[in-house]
């Protein structure tokens, strides 16, 4: 964050660590968090396709496998940071709106 700032605030002189840094935010946590969203998407369409199955024609067994299916398709599957929440949309909004915020406070600071 600091190297947005700093990146933001140099008019001619630009730090060559700080231009490597800023685009982190974009390559890793939010593709990371698209994927943890397609995860979490498609395991609630399994659940969804397995539901809208066949059951009638099915024997008990099969049906019971359906059920568990279902059962364990309840609780979606996450990409999870141990220490944050899981990534998805949502916590990559709120990741990102952290970001310029905290940037937005940084800049305004004055020295």
Same mark, same amino acid.
């Given at each position: 964050?600091? &190297? ?10 630009? !730090?060559?660590? $700080? ?21 979490? !998407?498609? &395991?609630?369409?399994?659940? *969804? ?12 067994? $099969? ?7 279902? $059962? =364990?398709?309840?609780?979606? $599957?996450?990409? *999870?940071?141990?220490?944050?929440? &899981?990534? +998805? ?8 709106? &952290? ?8 800049? +305004? =600071?004055?020295?």
């Amino acid at each position: 964050m600091l &190297s947005t700032v700093a990146l933001l605030r140099a008019s001619s002189e630009v !730090d060559g660590f $700080a231009a490597s840094c800023l685009p982190y935010m974009f390559i890793f946590f939010v593709p990371m968090c698209v994927a943890g969203q397609r995860l979490q !998407d498609a &395991s609630q369409a399994v659940a *969804t396709a397995v539901y809208n199955g066949s059951w009638l024609e099915k024997d008990p067994p $099969a049906r019971r496998c359906q059920l568990l299916v279902m $059962a =364990v398709c309840a609780r979606p $599957a996450t990409f *999870t940071v141990p220490g944050l929440m &899981s990534l +998805n949309l949502p916590t990559c909004r709120v990741g990102l709106r &952290s970001w310029f915020q905290f940037t937005q406070v940084l800049i +305004n =600071v004055k020295t």
